[in-house]
Structures are given as C-alpha cells and as structure tokens.
C-alpha cells in the first residue's frame, strides 16, 4: 500500500504528531526518531511521512525520497554518537521480520555490545 495515510498506522500517527516521539530530525518528507525499544546505543527509525508498507511497494516516484533517507543514515548516526560506524537494517514483509507496515530504516551504532533481537541477526 502506498499513500493511504491510514488512520490506525503506528507511524503515520508518529509522523503526524498524534503520538510523541523522541524526534531528532524532520522536515516536510521523512521523521527520524529513536527506536522505543533500543537494540543499540544509537537507535534511530527513519521513515518517510507518506505511506508505504516496506521496500516491496516502492516505486520510481520514491527515488529522491529513498535516497534523501539513505543519505541521512550516515548523517544522523555521527550526530547521535555512533562515531565508528553504523549498521543499516531494513525489514520487508513478514518474510522478513517486519512488524510496523510503514517503511523505515533502522540505524543502529554506538559502543557494542548490542542486545540481541530479530533485527541484525
Ligand atoms: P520492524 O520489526 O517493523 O522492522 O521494526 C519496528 C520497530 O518499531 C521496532 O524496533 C520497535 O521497537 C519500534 N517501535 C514499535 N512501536 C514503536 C513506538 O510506538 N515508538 C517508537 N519510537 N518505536 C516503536
Ligand atoms: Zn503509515
């Protein structure tokens, strides 16, 4: 699904301001926030504002978009702390482990060890 801004999805409600976040970076097109759930000590969700369910049901009208937010990984992660590097993990479908159906891209970084959870196995 692309575009839909449903009602009930978790993000689009985060990106809308309806439910707070830990926000350290928008603008009109991407949120990027930290995970509620750290797996890392630096864990950021980068996620457009407009609706997509995952990679699956992007588009060549999501280019710039895509790449606006692989260009902030690097960006964001050496603002928050994770100095020496940063893992870049993105969930498509159930098939792979997705749970919130709105795209985002999981930035985590910072001093290991990291907890162990179904991302970055
Ligand atoms: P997925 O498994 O879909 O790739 O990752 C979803 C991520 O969203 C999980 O890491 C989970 O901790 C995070 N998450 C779920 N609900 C919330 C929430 O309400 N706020 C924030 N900031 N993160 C959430
Ligand atoms: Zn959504």
Do not use: Y
């Not at 609706?51 to 990984?73: W, Y």
């Not at 098939?95 to 970084?109: A, R």
């Amino acid at each position: 699904m692309v575009d839909a801004t449903p009602a009930s999805c978790l993000f689009c409600r985060i990106a809308r301001g309806e439910i707070p976040s830990r926000s350290v970076f928008q603008d009109d097109e991407v949120i990027v926030f930290h995970d509620i759930h750290p797996a890392a000590p630096v864990h950021l969700l980068i996620v457009p504002k407009r609706h997509i369910d995952s990679l699956l049901d992007a588009e060549a009208d999501h280019q710039s978009l895509l790449g606006k937010m692989l260009l902030l990984a690097p960006r964001l992660a050496k603002e928050q702390g994770a100095s020496d590097g940063f893992r870049l993990i993105v969930n498509n479908g159930t098939g792979g482990g997705q749970e919130v159906f709105h795209l985002h891209f999981h930035v985590l970084g910072g001093p290991r060890p990291w907890r162990q959870m179904s991302i970055g196995r």
